[in-house]
């Protein structure tokens, strides 16, 4: 079936520096990719998101990149703060079809000051 | 405007004990979705829905049942419960529209624990 897989499992980094997480999927047909951020004790929730015309999106210190060629997409953090400090999940998806989404297995972000 | 609402927040069930999750959101979305969340394994779809009156089974349906009885409201029900159903179980909707309004939004999960 399809599935997404994310890598790494744990991230350990000094404050400042960049973190990078990457996910690949098998669903050729999939179109949305989503990341989210689960902080301890709370329900994920959407940091960014990209979809598959566009090959890189930015906002302030995180950004994406999708290669669909290669079906994988990652996560990029700029200048991390211990507040990045939570769980990252990536996701892939079909709009226009139920928004299902198949979730990578979360990589556990720490940033040390 | 709250959300995306799940009640209880924490629940303790004996083997064989049935009980009912209540999802609520207040976006005037279409598809609402259940997923679990076990460690190391990510989230996992279990049932989803495109609209009032709608269900379909997701990646783990087995030993759950739902209900979207109205727009607002999802329901997952637990008719025997299992000791691996323990589990973190999580609500989500999206407005259902296609492109730019498939975000899912969370709500902040229910804790169950099956002795």
């Known amino acids: 079936g399809e599935n997404v897989e994310q890598h790494p499992s744990t991230l350990s980094v000094q404050e400042g520096d960049s973190a990078v997480i990457k996910c690949t999927y098998s669903?050729?047909?999939?179109?949305?990719f989503p990341w989210y951020k689960q902080e301890l004790g709370k329900g994920p929730q959407l940091i960014i998101d990209?979809?598959?015309?566009?090959g890189e999106k930015k906002d302030q210190r995180i950004a994406v990149t999708l290669n669909k060629t290669a079906k994988h997409f990652s996560l990029h953090i700029t200048e991390t703060q211990p507040e990045d400090s939570a769980v990252y999940f990536c996701a892939a998806g079909r709009s226009y079809n139920t928004d299902k989404l198949i979730f990578g297995t979360g990589t556990r972000l720490q940033v040390f000051p | 405007n709250a959300g995306v609402t799940q009640t209880p927040k924490f629940r303790v069930l004996k083997t064989g004990q049935s009980m009912t999750l209540l999802c609520a959101q207040d976006m005037n979305h279409e598809y609402m979705y259940w997923y679990r969340q076990d460690p190391g394994m990510g989230l996992r779809l279990i049932h989803y829905?495109?609209?009032?009156?709608?269900?379909a089974k997701g990646e783990v349906p087995d030993g759950y049942n739902v209900s979207r009885l109205k727009k607002q409201n999802f329901l997952l029900g637990l008719e025997s419960a299992a000791p691996s159903q323990t589990s973190v179980y999580f609500c989500a909707s999206s407005y259902g529209g296609g492109i730019s309004t498939d975000t899912q939004y969370f709500g902040p999960g229910t804790r169950l624990t099956v002795l």
């Open positions: 669903d050729s047909a999939s179109n949305y």
């Open positions: 990209i979809r598959s015309n566009v």
């Open positions: 829905s495109v609209g009032e009156g709608t269900t």
